[in-house]
């Protein structure tokens, strides 16, 4: 009998993180940073773009869901993974699981959008498809956890996840150098927390902000209140960031090391996103725009000469919202 990795679990520290860009070394893609004179002009500051949104998978996930199968124990990549996601979480597992030769199997809300489901199948994952109005993914997750003996594989509250996560933080301190401010696009806050890790060791005096869409303050909420706060399910255009509750290990990292949680509106993402597009020739999904948009809405209030991080955390978007998002329409889905 395998046991399921989820239960007690010591909470990373930069030494995981450091430990995962070694697995991770020749594996993930060592994503570019990219600026904007006419932005640093118009701010009077130097912002540095981390684009994840180049990873493997498109999203900066890939890190996380690679570095936690490879920590597998043997009986466990024998037996394989299971995960429920929808989005950037199921494709990072699945071709994670396809490198290292580990079978995995996805729970999928049966409405997912086809483009993601094929995506993910075409990593070699299994579909498992549920009725998000009738079951609890969880649920089923578990179930066949329990069954078949596989490891679920949580996509933030985990520690290998979230040390793989800040390996995208420790490269960009290593590409441009210690930063007056970094702002991290948050759901559950594995990228964060794993990113504030890395901050913490190689630029101490950085201020660390997690962003949440404004529907989704969940994490706002808990980090200013000291307590995990659990919110209804959230609508944003911000899908990957539509969690109810960050976990219990991401909440202690982020409250040890975060200034501040902040949030933006589902419109400053869309300005963002078209920003992104005409200004700096990216294509960035609505939740990979969250950190940006903080900078560009004055979330965050920019002082001169200020060296500022933005992660750009994915550009998985399909086409035809994409196209609607371009055209200024917010309530594209
Ligand atoms: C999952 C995801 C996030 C949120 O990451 P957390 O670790 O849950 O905070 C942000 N952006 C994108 C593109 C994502 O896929």
Redesign the pocket.
């Known amino acids: 009998m395998v046991h399921s990795p989820t239960v007690a679990l010591k909470p990373p520290t930069y030494a995981d993180v450091e430990r995962a860009a070694q697995t991770l070394e020749g594996v993930a893609h060592r994503t570019p940073v990219l600026t904007s004179q006419s932005l640093n002009k118009t701010l009077g500051a130097e912002v540095f773009f981390k684009c994840e949104s180049f990873q493997r998978t498109g ?3 890939f890190r996380g869901a690679y570095n936690a199968l490879s920590n597998l124990s043997s009986a466990h990549k024998k037996a394989g993974v299971v995960a429920y996601s929808s ?3 199921a494709q990072a597992i699945a071709l994670s699981g396809q490198l290292l030769g580990i079978s995995t199997t996805i729970v999928m809300p049966h409405d997912a959008p086809s483009a993601k489901r094929a995506a993910t199948e075409g990593y070699g994952a299994q579909v498992v498809l549920y009725d998000r109005y009738t079951e609890k993914r969880d649920e089923i997750a578990a179930r066949l956890a329990e069954q078949h003996g596989l490891a679920l594989i949580p ?2 509250n985990h520690p290998d996840v979230i040390a793989g ?1 800040g390996t995208a933080g420790k490269e960009l301190f290593e590409q441009v150098g210690e930063l007056d401010a970094f702002l991290v ?8 927390s794993g990113c504030a890790l890395a901050a913490s060791v190689l630029s101490p005096a950085c201020e660390m902000y997690g962003v949440e869409p404004e529907a989704g303050n969940d994490g706002q909420l808990s980090f200013r209140s000291g307590k995990i706060v659990t919110i209804d399910p959230p609508r944003s255009l911000a899908d ?2 539509v ?1 109810t509750a960050v976990g219990d290990l991401t909440f202690a990292i982020m409250q040890k090391n975060l200034k501040d949680v902040l949030t933006v509106s589902d419109q400053a993402l869309v300005e963002t996103m078209q920003w992104f597009a005409q200004r700096m020739k990216l294509v960035v ?1 609505p ?2 725009c ?1 950190a940006a948009a903080a900078v560009m809405q004055g979330g965050l209030a920019i002082k001169p000469g200020m060296r500022v991080g933005v992660l750009v ?2 550009g ?1 978007v399909d086409l035809a919202s994409y196209g609607q998002l371009m055209a200024g329409s917010i309530n594209a889905s």
Do not use: D, I, R, Y
């Open positions: 999203a900066f996930k989005g950037n979480h996509p933030f996560q696009c948050m759901g559950g806050g594995g990228l964060v990957g960031a969690t999904e939740t990979g969250l955390s994915g998985n």
